[in-house]
């Protein structure tokens, strides 16, 4: 991957990086089309990392299905997938881990101990492999914007960091490879996430500042639903995810699902 990624530099052409771990949706060919459009190259990574996966949450069942997103990629015009196998990117002998602190800590960090360590340990593979001018990630999942940030601040990574806005289904669920794992009821059910957020943005738009009221309010939906356990509503600052800020996020559990989702109040809600 170095080497071709250093040819091409060399041709001088810029690289645009899209990590992924593949089951593509709409969200990420939203990227890779905005990644299209700003560099020479475009490279997308496809690997289930699985050490950003807990002891029990998803990583056996993730859904993969290679063949269909290589078909997509090729349509999308890209230059080049790179998918590591497991062993390239963690030979047994590799210790090494990226730990980025304090706005790792919060909510995603508390909920999936050892998850951001695991994916800013990646991230610093993968731009360490493709060395791209810019690398693309989607705001659905906001911490790990912040934390992948933070990383390249932290570290001089010297990468361009571009982000995409959620893009959302018609009833406003934000699209995720793990949507598949809904059955009809939970689909439905799904929609509650979004739809405290809408609330929440109409409150802070209508002049409401009050972090608990609005906490309230984001809540509220998924809490009519009784196939959605929430695990947080909060209003954090979008940087630092720490209170007070003005960066709705939500995580719920539908069964065996974990839904995330946000969204900056002090914008309107699109869907
Ligand atoms: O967002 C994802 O798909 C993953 O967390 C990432 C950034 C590709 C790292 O494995």
Do not use: C
Not at 100 to 127: D, Q, Y
Not at 179 to 184: G, R, T
Not at 236 to 265: E, Q, S, Y
């Amino acid at each position: 991957m170095l080497q071709a990624s250093r040819g091409w530099r060399r041709g001088g052409g810029s690289i645009g990086l899209v990590p992924t771990m593949g089951a593509l949706h709409a969200g990420h060919l939203s990227l890779v089309e905005l990644a299209r459009r700003e560099n020479d190259v475009v490279v997308v990574s496809i690997f289930v990392n699985p050490i950003q996966f807990g002891p029990g949450e998803d990583f056996a069942r993730y859904p993969r299905d290679p063949a269909r997103d290589a078909r997509l990629l090729h349509q999308a015009e890209v230059d080049a997938i790179y998918e590591p196998s497991a062993d390239v990117m963690y030979p047994p002998d590799a210790g090494t881990r990226v730990h980025v602190g304090s706005v790792a800590e919060p909510l995603e960090g508390r909920a999936r101990p050892g998850h951001f360590e695991g994916v800013a340990t990646v991230v610093t593979k993968l731009l360490a492999a493709v060395e791209p001018d810019r690398a693309y990630f989607g705001q659905k999942d906001a911490q790990q914007v912040a934390v992948v940030k933070r990383l390249v601040r932290d570290l001089d990574l010297g990468v361009d960091m571009r982000i995409a806005p959620t893009v959302r289904e018609v009833d406003g669920l934000a699209l995720s490879s793990r949507n598949v794992y809904l059955d009809p009821e939970g689909r439905k059910a799904a929609a509650s996430l979004s739809a405290g957020l809408r609330a929440a943005a109409q409150a802070y738009a209508g002049g409401e500042r009050d972090p608990d009221l609005l906490r309230r309010v984001l809540a509220a939906p998924m809490g009519a639903e009784p196939l959605v356990a929430v695990e947080y509503a909060e209003v954090v600052d979008p940087a630092t995810f720490h209170k007070p800020g003005t960066l709705a996020v939500v995580a719920a559990r539908l069964g065996k699902t974990r839904l995330i989702d946000n969204h900056d109040l002090r914008l309107p809600f699109v869907r």
